[in-house]
């Protein structure tokens, strides 16, 4: 994307490593109006599991802590200097489409550079740039069918961000009437074998908040989210599929996908209550588990 002159420096005490390019970029961010002056790149290597940029870890923005925090003096310095005209910082890390903006106006504020002079790339940019750039993929011999099998809860985290942004969910004394489900719930649970505590357990705790959910995913202007909900539930409902038969009730499936998710996610484990909320969401609206319409599951 900069050509021959980027320069690349050994790796960080953080894992990662810095480039540096001074001149105009051969394609970046495009062919038509390429930086021009030094770029600084920085690179933050995690070998977490499906960790994000909304992690604490690397950006607290209450706090003011975290990796990318700790990089700003440097850079301020640097722009100060006249040695920084862009900024680029990539990680594999999940980059959301609510939290790049987020990213960029932070460094932009923070180092006086200009928005459009600041970059944030994230795992996803990087698989479109190793398709773009198949000779880079070739070059580090990347195979993905030697990669192993990790479930991905980005799609869900995607929309437990969107509801987050949106709105709070309702108070404990505020009255939602919420639509009937496909199913009805005590049959629902009947038939995929929750227990009648745990059913009721779930009810009492986010039934209220179904109609919230159902909202925000029917609004038009979160059809990108609606689009995330749905290959998450697709995931889901084939995982379970493949994996009912290990457990004994529908409550340790609830369960079982919850820890998995909350494991594998930052995002999700820093909203766990909203990920049930959603789970459970999932579960009424018969689009997880078994209903009566569909009792091979």
């Excluded at 459009?116 to 698989?127: E, F, K, N, P």
């Excluded at 993929?137 to 799609?155: A, E, G, T």
Aim: with cysteine; hydrophobic share 40%; proline share 4%.
């Amino acid at each position: 994307m900069f050509g021959a002159g980027l320069i690349g420096f050994t790796k960080g005490k953080d894992g990662g490593r810095d480039a540096k390019f001074h001149g105009t970029a051969d394609c970046y961010p495009s062919q038509n109006a390429p930086w021009v002056g030094c770029t600084i790149v920085q690179a933050k290597h995690t070998n977490a599991i499906n960790a994000s940029f909304s992690d604490n870890d690397f950006c607290n923005f209450e706090k003011r802590t975290g990796i990318l925090f700790d990089e700003l003096p440097r850079i301020i310095a640097l722009v100060e200097a006249g040695e920084a005209q862009n900024y680029l910082v990539i990680s594999n890390r999940r980059l959301s489409g609510i939290v790049q903006p987020k990213l960029v106006d932070l460094v932009s504020s923070e180092t006086g550079l200009d928005r459009a002079s600041v970059a944030v790339l994230g795992s996803q940019q990087l698989d479109d740039l190793l398709e773009l750039f198949p000779e880079a993929k070739s070059s580090v011999s990347i195979n993905p069918l030697q990669m192993p099998l990790i479930v991905r809860p980005d799609d869900l985290a995607e929309v437990i961000e969107g509801i987050r942004e949106a709105t709070q969910l309702v108070s404990e004394d505020e009255d939602r009437s919420v639509p009937t489900p496909r199913t009805p719930l005590k049959e629902k649970n009947q038939i995929n074998n929750m227990t009648e505590e745990f059913g009721a357990t779930l009810r009492r705790l986010y039934f209220k908040e179904m109609a919230i959910v159902r909202q925000f995913l029917y609004d038009p202007i979160n059809e990108r989210f609606k689009a995330s909900y749905q290959e998450a539930v697709e995931e889901f409902q084939l995982k379970i599929v493949a994996k009912r038969g290990a457990f004994d009730t529908f409550d340790d499936v609830f369960n079982y996908l919850f820890d998995l998710l909350v494991g594998r996610s930052g995002i999700l484990r820093s909203n766990r209550r909203l990920t049930r909320v959603v789970l459970y969401y999932m579960y009424w609206n018969c689009d997880i588990g078994m209903d009566k319409d569909d009792q091979a599951v």
